[in-house]
């Protein structure tokens, strides 16, 4: 059930950050007690969700360890363009 509420924290998250909001989405995979999170925008707002230099990227990817630490899971976060 964590799982489910760290898809809809990073789904969130995207859906503030672009403009086609209708192109996010996010996939998940637990192995264990990882949990890997593919967030999937339009190739136009690939820039907003990085960043300049990555901050807001590497800000996401904080903001989901921490949330996932809390119950004791791992969490990794991947940008990639819608297929």
């Not at 990073?10 to 637990?30: M, N, R």
């Not at 190739?43 to 969700?49: T, W």
């Not at 904080?62 to 297929?83: D, F």
Request: proline share 2%.
């Amino acid at each position: 059930m964590q799982s489910d509420n760290l898809k809809g924290l990073v789904e969130f998250v995207a859906h503030s950050l672009v403009d086609q909001p209708t192109k996010v989405s996010v996939e998940k995979q637990q192995h264990g007690n990882t949990i890997n999170l593919a967030l999937h925008v339009a190739k136009d707002d690939m820039g907003r969700v990085i960043g300049k230099g990555g901050r807001v990227a590497n800000s996401m990817r904080t903001l989901l360890k921490v949330a996932a630490a809390r119950e004791g899971n791992h969490a990794k976060l991947e940008i990639v363009e819608p297929r």
